[in-house]
């Protein structure tokens, strides 16, 4: 029988100053990238580490899926809580996105949120890759969320419990979006675009930890 317990983001950067750790600092070495290149960590204004795509990433996945995805590594999940603050720095049009990736398992196995301006059959919804091109499992949406200018910082919380999970968006109390995730598995939790630019500036998880995946997370590079 697995147990829940918290597993927290904590670290900053080495270069960081100490007094300014926390919960939902992020750490270099527990993320990995589908591209190095499109993907950087800078100090912030803060002086706290965030994880920057920079540009939409080169990744071709082995079939339609988001291209720009970082994992944390640290830990994998089944059931589980994310709260994370994010920053989509791009132009504003319908499938404007950020995306967080969950039970991720392998280039063709994980789910993710797309959260976008506009709501369609490819946009502002949860979706499942397995085995084929992304398939949409939302049951419950908004029209979609506000990106706000470049520089809004925005809050995502995620709880998968069982076969449903549901997300929300900044202080909406409804949730944004609630998905069918029944025929989803375990693995790891993330952040990234399907093909735009974004900034993660902190996340924390915590939940029934699942077996680890094992590498290569984007096949061969």
Not at 14 to 35: F, I, K, Q, R, Y
Not at 44 to 57: F, I, N, Y
Not at 144 to 150: N, T
Not at 198 to 221: C, K, Y
Request: glycine share 10%; hydrophobic share 40%; aromatic share 10%.
């Amino acid at each position: 029988m697995r147990i829940a317990r918290p597993v927290l983001c904590l670290a900053a950067l080495c270069s960081c100053a100490a007094h300014n750790a926390g919960p939902g600092m992020l750490v270099t070495a527990e993320w990995v990238t589908s591209d190095d290149d499109a993907f950087r960590w800078r100090e912030g204004a803060d002086g706290r580490a965030e994880l920057a795509l920079t540009k939409p990433a080169a990744y071709r996945p082995p079939v339609r899926a988001p291209q720009g995805i970082a994992l944390w590594r640290r830990e994998s999940f089944a059931d589980f809580e994310l709260w994370a603050e994010v920053q989509q720095d791009g132009r504003e049009y319908p499938h404007r996105d950020l995306c967080m990736f969950f039970a991720y398992h392998d280039p063709t196995h994980f789910g993710y949120v797309h959260l976008a301006s506009s709501a369609d059959d490819n946009a502002h919804g949860v979706f499942l890759v397995d085995g084929a091109p992304r398939r949409q499992v939302t049951t419950s949406r908004t029209k979609g969320v506000v990106g706000g200018d470049p520089s809004s910082r925005h809050r995502v919380h995620m709880k998968r419990s069982g076969p449903v999970l549901r997300v929300w968006f900044d202080r909406d109390e409804a949730p944004v979006l609630v998905a069918d995730v029944s025929s989803c598995g375990e693995g790891y939790l993330g952040f990234g675009s399907f093909d735009d630019t974004g900034v993660l500036h902190s996340f924390v998880a915590s939940g029934v930890q699942g077996s680890r995946p094992v590498d290569p997370l984007f096949g061969p590079r």
